[in-house]
């Protein structure tokens, strides 16, 4: 039992990694119709951000902070700048525009910070909290409670706040938004900075984990596009179940299912998730678009 | 005077001309009618006055040139465009599309007293605040999206065919409401109607189009006294 819940936890900590970073991918999904492959990187170089103010003494708690708003800010000059102009582009265009950035963002920390592979501060406690007879990872319970709060955080600025309200509106409905007054592609640009510093923010949580490096988001990114698919990838609730059943599927699976191992888990959990979208199609919480032909 | 006017207008998508040169004057605290049949040029010229669509030519609204502007700016000015298809945001809800109408007016106190004058002309909105207003019939949609364009406080209101597809008895329901708001709140109205002879009993003005120009325009009870030019023009 104590053994399950351990693994379960183990596998919300990763999932909410996933879950953040396919939130994302689906901020930008909704508004632009493509996926931004350049989402990881941005999250990665981020990271280094962080790394290189906490180099110079400063202390995380500051740290952390200002990585999250640079990374707002970055991405809403970004979207401004370099996307703006392919913004009513055919999607490959944009889609070849994020592969760009991916490139881009890759290359320039690599150029920047070289390819090292650097330990990262954790803001969590090293020594495992305990609960009954169960231990737990804090680094994991911190993790998970860090992307509960801005996940929750998002959702309530979606359902509750009048611009949240608006960059919903300009996402879905960008003719009849404008129409009444929302400049939809300043909407666009807020949800490229919502969606990098949701990304800049797992990547702060993982970098402890997996290390920081160059192409320590890579594997991340393809987890995350996977749970956003799953969900629905329209949909931010989706996006976040699809991303903690993952990683709580994947580490179950690995754990128990010893004949598939480590080795195949990730396999495992591609088959699994597209026999449920040979019967969901539109992933579990995805808005199924009618066609008539 | 005129508060909102268009002079020698011209409009264009892709590659073919529109509109080719329309004048129209939009007087202060008026119903102004736009008609003629399917590509006459009424939805164009509606979006030509709201910077929907690529445009030459004058946009005068309280005497300040307008044209070129986008439309959220236009929005912004106080010229609210009920555009075709009515602009619904199928999957809020009532209340959320309501508040979206809302959105350029900062002033929360003002949204809320705004909303329940509002109420008044639509009861029945506060019954269906929480639905998803794809949900709600033709005729409430079309509501929906009047009461959503006075959210904004309007100077002037621009309506593109508020009765395409409804039941007669609603749409004289609707036509109602517009007099009413024009003349209790003094908001000016531009009506794009195929329905000629209801227009012409609410407006006080009318165009009427043909090919993307005006082919004969003047008081409205003129147009609707004189059977020669209604048979040629308005096919009644």
């Keep these: ?293 | 005077m005129a508060l909102l006017e268009a002079r020698k207008l011209y409009a264009r998508y892709g590659e073919s001309d529109v509109l080719h040169g329309i004048d129209l004057e939009v007087a202060q605290g008026s119903i102004v009618a736009l008609l003629g049949a399917n590509g006459s040029g009424k939805t164009t010229t509606l979006r030509a006055l709201t910077g929907g669509v690529r445009t030459s030519g004058n946009v005068l609204f309280d005497d300040r040139e307008i044209a070129g502007l986008p439309p959220e700016a236009v929005a912004r000015l106080g010229i609210a465009h009920v555009p075709e298809g009515r602009g619904t945001l199928g999957s809020f809800t009532v209340r959320e599309n309501l508040s979206m109408g809302a959105y350029t007016i900062k002033d929360g106190k003002r949204s809320k007293a705004r909303y329940e004058k509002l109420v008044g002309y639509f009861p029945w909105l506060v019954d269906r605040r929480e639905q998803p207003a794809g949900l709600l019939s033709g005729g409430e949609q079309q509501m929906l999206a009047i009461a959503r364009a006075l959210m904004m406080e309007p100077r002037v209101i621009l309506l593109d065919e508020p009765s395409l597809g409804l039941a007669p008895i609603i749409v004289k329901r609707i036509f109602e409401i517009l007099r009413t708001i024009n003349r209790e709140d003094g908001v000016t109205i531009v009506i794009a109607e195929q329905d000629a002879a209801a227009a012409l009993a609410l407006a006080d003005t009318a165009y009427v189009l043909e090919v993307g120009r005006v082919a004969i325009s003047g008081p409205s009870a003129d147009l609707a006294g004189n059977e020669q030019l209604r048979k040629s023009y308005l096919g009644y």
């Design chain 1, 1 to 293: 039992m104590n053994e399950l819940a351990q693994q379960i936890v183990s596998g919300l900590a990763t999932g909410s990694i996933y879950a953040s970073m396919a939130l994302a991918l689906v901020l930008i999904y909704r508004s632009m119709g493509v996926i931004n492959f350049a989402q990881g990187e941005m999250a990665m170089f981020s990271t280094y951000l962080a790394w290189q103010f906490a180099q110079q003494g400063m202390p995380l708690w500051i740290a952390f902070p200002l990585t999250i708003a640079i990374a707002f800010a970055g991405a809403v000059a970004l979207e401004r700048v370099v996307v703006r102009p392919v913004e009513r582009a055919a999607p490959l265009t944009v889609v070849i525009l994020c592969l760009g950035l991916l490139i881009t963002f890759n290359g320039l920390a690599g150029w920047i910070w070289g390819y090292t592979v650097r330990t990262f501060p954790s803001p969590f406690p090293t020594t495992p909290l305990h609960i009954g007879s169960a231990a737990f990872s804090s680094q994991d319970l911190g993790i998970i409670a860090v992307s509960l709060l801005s996940l929750g955080a998002i959702s309530l600025f979606f359902g509750k706040t009048k611009l949240g309200l608006a960059m919903r509106a300009a996402a879905l409905y960008p003719e009849s938004s404008r129409v009444l007054g929302v400049r939809v592609g300043w909407m666009l640009a807020l949800g490229w900075g919502m969606a990098a510093a949701v990304g800049a923010l797992s990547g702060l949580m993982v970098a402890p984990v997996v290390l920081l490096e160059p192409n320590m988001m890579q594997g991340i990114l393809v987890y995350a596009f996977a749970a956003a698919v799953l969900g629905g990838i329209d949909s931010p609730v989706g996006a976040v179940v699809g991303g903690l059943a993952l990683g709580v599927g994947l580490n179950l699976i690995g754990a128990y299912v010893p004949v598939i191992g480590t080795d195949l888990q990730l396999t495992t959990a591609f088959g699994i998730i597209i026999v449920i979208l040979l019967f969901r199609p539109a992933g579990l919480f995805g808005r199924r678009t009618m066609r008539r032909v």
